[in-house]
């Protein structure tokens, strides 16, 4: 389930808005109590679901707005792409699935402009990309 593994770099979370849009579109919109019960069924919680993930579900749902989300999620998703496809050709064999966040993180706290883009009452934050930092050595 694409919420359970909810990848920044991978279509995961767009996926996700990409469902809930076309649901919506056909008139066939997906309540939180469906998704809900859904994780409770596969999972039995929601215990093993990133706090990150459930927390930009929820605010998914209170934007209503799933089209736009959609596509400002799909651009940061290409951007995370991005960012670590330059990383690995810098520094070599050093990406691997533990520390693709740690390096994401420091992209986006180091290297990217945050832009806030509001839809009713929530945030979501978009990065646009600065310069590269010349090298990140991660731990692990």
């Given at each position: 389930m694409k919420l359970k593994?909810?990848?920044?770099?991978?279509?995961?979370?767009?996926?996700?808005?990409?469902?809930?849009a076309e649901h919506e579109k056909c008139k066939k919109s997906i309540t939180w109590e469906r998704i809900d019960q859904a994780v409770n069924n596969l999972y039995q919680s929601w215990d093993s679901i990133p706090e990150e993930a459930k927390s930009f579900n929820q605010n998914a749902f209170k934007t209503g707005n799933y089209g736009e989300v959609f596509r400002q999620v799909q651009e940061q998703e290409r951007l995370s792409k991005n960012m670590l496809v330059r990383f690995q050709q810098e520094n070599p064999q050093t990406v691997i699935e533990s520390n693709v966040e740690t390096i994401l993180d420091y992209y986006n706290q180091e290297s990217l402009t945050n832009r806030v883009v509001r839809f009713d009452g929530s945030v979501f934050v978009v990065h646009q990309p600065n310069p590269y930092p010349n090298s990140l050595h991660p731990q692990g």
């Open positions: 593994s909810g990848r920044k770099y991978k279509n995961d979370l767009s996926d996700i808005m990409g469902i809930l």
